[in-house]
C-alpha cells in the first residue's frame, strides 16, 4: 500500500518505508522486473542492458 500524502509505503509482509524527497520516474522492462527487486537501480540496469553481449560472465 501507498499513503502519497504521509510519503509512506507498507510492503505485503508488513514493512514500512518512510520516503524522503519527491523521487524519480524511472522505466524498466518487465524483464529485467527482477533485477530491480534484486537491488540494481535502473540506471545499473539500463548500463547492463546497454553491454555487448559476453561483456559479463
Known amino acids: 500500500?501507498?499513503?502519497p500524502n504521509k510519503?509512506?509505503?507498507i510492503?505485503?509482509?508488513g514493512s514500512f518505508y518512510h520516503v524522503i524527497?519527491?523521487?524519480d520516474v524511472a522505466q524498466v522492462q518487465l524483464k529485467d522486473?527482477?533485477?530491480l527487486?534484486?537491488?540494481f537501480s535502473p540506471e545499473q540496469?539500463?548500463?547492463l542492458n546497454l553491454a555487448p553481449n559476453g561483456?559479463?560472465?
Do not use: K, V
Open 55 to 57: 561483456f559479463f560472465h
Open 1 to 3: 500500500m501507498i499513503i
Open 33 to 35: 522486473f527482477e533485477l
Open 37 to 39: 527487486r534484486h537491488g
Open 7 to 9: 510519503r509512506l509505503i
Open 11 to 13: 510492503t505485503a509482509s
Open 21 to 23: 524527497g519527491s523521487g
Open 45 to 47: 540496469i539500463t548500463q
